[in-house]
């Protein structure tokens, strides 16, 4: 049961957002920006579900969007009515928690219902088959493009069941189980890891795609990071230490913020290089060099110059939060642009190259 409680550190105003349906505006708000992306993507010639299933006959992704776009406009609908008319009924007008935490168990269990039965049933029941797959399939014979898109959306999101997991435990005062909250932050890495090491074990020579061996150790030394940066926020909310435990938390404090820069280090380039495939490298007998991709679908560079930079300062944002006051609720959010954002360019990064090499054929 999510008590609607909302956490006030000192110094800090209260939150005008119930704790207990930050998670549900989340997903919401990650919901409009898929709908956003992949309508900018389809209004520039890019067809989504043939780069999403890649196949030339994947069929027109209009009827997707609409039944989308309603089950969006839905499930604001019923989150806003809950937390302005539900949320102050209730809390103003019943003592007892059972009662108050109502409206946030009926918001849940509706936008579950309209999202099963509801107008993009079609579309649920194919992202809880990709969940499945992602999930509990330990081998695949093919990994699937629509997968790995999931799986790295699914990186930006792991904010919600972590939250889901602490709002859980504190309502039922179990403050000890908290450790494990790396844990649940770590699980869409681990699925990533996963399908980069499927990928790379599964071909018939490994070492000619140590691409994906790369790409295994980037998302694998993510995690680190998580139970470092758990533990560091741990000792800067709760702790009060010895001296000797201090100059140890400060070495710790260290370590986590070297490996949190080199962690999102690695990631941008990652995103610049592979994913968006900006920065092309070429090796010319001893020298390599770095040289910006010709071919750009979009018509002004402009917009791949704010992508770089609003996907480098949002990737910064979260070490940021460590060192300044910033709310993780906006941290969430923030991270949801950054990676409707790289939707956007890592699709047309394939939509060129499937371009490519169908005119090689």
Same mark, same amino acid.
């Given at each position: 049961?999510?008590?609607?409680?909302?956490?006030v550190?000192? =110094?800090?105003? /209260?939150?005008?957002? /119930?704790?207990?349906?930050?998670?549900?505006?989340?997903?919401?708000?990650? @919901?409009? =920006?898929?709908?956003?992306?992949t309508? !900018?993507?389809?209004?520039?010639?890019?067809?989504?579900?043939?780069?999403?299933?890649q196949?030339?006959?994947?069929?027109?992704?209009?009827?997707?969007?609409?039944?989308?776009?309603?089950?969006?406009?839905?499930?604001t609908?019923?989150?806003?009515?809950?937390?302005?008319?539900?949320?102050?009924?209730?809390?103003?007008? !019943?003592?007892?928690?059972?009662?108050?935490?109502?409206? #946030?168990?009926?918001?849940? !269990?509706?936008?579950?219902?309209?999202?099963?039965?509801?107008?993009?049933?079609?579309?649920?029941?194919?992202?809880?088959?990709?969940?499945?797959?992602?999930?509990?399939?330990?081998?695949?014979?093919?990994?699937?493009?629509?997968?790995?898109?999931?799986?790295?959306?699914?990186?930006?999101?792991?904010?919600?069941?972590?939250?889901?997991?602490?709002?859980?435990?504190?309502?039922?005062?179990? %403050? /000890? @189980?908290?450790?494990?909250?790396?844990?649940?932050?770590?699980?869409?890495?681990?699925?990533? @890891?996963?399908?980069?090491?499927?990928?790379?074990?599964?071909?018939k020579?490994?070492?000619?795609?140590?691409?994906?061996l790369?790409?295994?150790?980037?998302?694998?030394?993510?995690?680190?990071?998580?139970?470092?940066?758990?533990?560091?926020?741990?000792?800067?909310?709760?702790?009060?230490?010895?001296?000797?435990?201090?100059?140890n938390?400060?070495?710790?404090?260290?370590?986590?913020?070297? %490996?949190?820069?080199?962690?999102?280090?690695?990631?941008?380039?990652?995103?610049?290089?592979?994913?968006? =495939?900006? *920065?092309? *490298?070429?090796?010319?007998?001893?020298?390599?060099?770095?040289?910006?991709?010709?071919?750009?679908?979009?018509?002004?560079?402009?917009?791949?110059?704010f992508? #770089? @930079?609003?996907? =480098?300062?949002?990737?910064?944002?979260? *070490?940021?939060?460590?060192?300044?006051?910033?709310?993780?609720?906006?941290?969430?959010?923030?991270?949801?642009?950054?990676?409707?954002?790289?939707v956007?360019?890592?699709?047309?990064n394939?939509?060129?190259?499937?371009?490519?090499?169908?005119?090689?054929?």
């Amino acid at each position: 049961m999510l008590l609607n409680t909302t956490v006030v550190t000192e =110094g800090e105003p /209260p939150s005008l957002i /119930p704790e207990s349906y930050r998670p549900l505006i989340i997903i919401c708000f990650g @919901l409009w =920006g898929w709908i956003i992306a992949t309508n !900018t993507l389809s209004w520039q010639k890019i067809n989504v579900n043939t780069v999403l299933y890649q196949h030339s006959m994947a069929t027109d992704y209009s009827t997707s969007s609409r039944s989308l776009f309603i089950f969006a406009t839905i499930l604001t609908s019923i989150i806003s009515f809950h937390i302005m008319v539900l949320e102050p009924l209730f809390m103003h007008h !019943t003592q007892y928690v059972m009662y108050k935490s109502g409206p #946030v168990i009926l918001c849940h !269990t509706i936008v579950i219902a309209v999202a099963i039965f509801g107008p993009c049933r079609r579309e649920c029941y194919s992202f809880l088959k990709c969940l499945y797959r992602l999930l509990f399939k330990l081998h695949y014979h093919q990994i699937h493009f629509s997968d790995v898109i999931v799986a790295d959306i699914l990186i930006s999101f792991s904010g919600v069941p972590a939250e889901v997991y602490t709002q859980l435990i504190q309502s039922y005062n179990l %403050s /000890p @189980l908290l450790c494990y909250e790396p844990y649940v932050t770590s699980l869409p890495f681990l699925i990533r @890891l996963k399908q980069c090491l499927n990928d790379y074990f599964s071909q018939k020579q490994p070492r000619s795609n140590r691409r994906q061996l790369i790409n295994a150790f980037k998302y694998a030394s993510a995690i680190p990071v998580i139970f470092l940066s758990h533990h560091t926020s741990q000792i800067t909310h709760f702790g009060t230490y010895n001296l000797q435990e201090k100059r140890n938390d400060k070495w710790l404090w260290h370590i986590w913020f070297i %490996s949190a820069m080199s962690s999102t280090l690695f990631a941008f380039s990652w995103d610049l290089i592979i994913d968006w =495939g900006l *920065i092309q *490298i070429s090796q010319q007998q001893t020298s390599v060099i770095f040289h910006a991709r010709k071919d750009l679908y979009f018509s002004d560079p402009v917009w791949y110059l704010f992508a #770089v @930079l609003l996907n =480098g300062s949002f990737r910064t944002l979260k *070490i940021a939060s460590h060192l300044y006051r910033i709310h993780p609720f906006c941290i969430d959010m923030a991270e949801i642009v950054r990676r409707w954002v790289w939707v956007i360019f890592r699709f047309e990064n394939d939509w060129i190259k499937r371009s490519y090499n169908e005119q090689k054929t």
